[in-house]
Structures are given as C-alpha cells and as structure tokens.
Nanobody, 115 residues
C-alpha cells in the first residue's frame, strides 16, 4: 500500500521560506517519479513540480519557477520541496504524489502565507 506523509507546512509571512518533506513507503520510491500538487481553498488542484526517479530531471509550474526547488533522497525514501520567497497566493494544502501524473496522494500539509 502506497503511503505518503507530508510535513513541514505552517504559517509564514510573505517573503518567508518553508521546507516541505514527504516520507514515502509501500512502493519502490527510488524507481518512481514524484510530484507536488497543491490545492487552495475553493480551487481545484494545481500541479507544482515533478522530479524523475534519479533526481536528474525536474519540472516546475511557472508560478513557482525560481522560488521552489524539488529534490529527493532515495536512500531515505523522502521527497522535498524547499520554498523561498513565499507569496500570499502560495497558500494551499500541499500534497506529494507518485508519478508524473500524481496518481496517489498523501494527506497533505497546510501552508499559509500571511502578514
């Protein structure tokens, strides 16, 4: 059974930083592309970023390009999303997900950006 547990969310002021983590189990993490998806209140899911299995290829939504950096540690079965220069519009629940198409999701971690 795929299990994804996100952590690292919280309340931060505009311009601040957070680092999200996702602990993965129940599948071969080192062989799987991974993604981050977010969902703001009242809105549909928004793809944020994806990374291939060996940490070579990364992709970002235009809205986060240059501010967020996806990475992974296959030895620890963990996916990361350091986020810098946070904006109000980054406020959402952030989910890690398996694959390029975000097939299985975790329970999410809340990020709130507010002054």
């Amino acid at each position: 059974e795929v299990q994804l547990v996100e952590s690292g969310g919280g309340l931060v002021q505009p311009g601040g930083s957070l680092r999200l983590s996702c602990a993965a189990s129940g599948f071969t993490f080192g062989s799987s592309a991974m993604s981050w998806v977010r969902q703001a209140p009242g809105k549909g899911p928004e793809w944020v970023s994806s990374i291939n299995s060996d940490d070579v290829s990364t992709h970002y939504a235009d809205s986060v390009m240059g501010r967020f950096t996806i990475s992974r540690d296959n030895a620890k079965n963990t996916l990361y999303l350091p986020m810098n220069g946070l904006k109000n519009e980054d406020s959402a629940v952030y989910y890690c997900a398996t694959g390029w198409g975000a097939e299985s999701w975790g329970q999410g971690t809340q990020v709130a950006v507010s002054s």
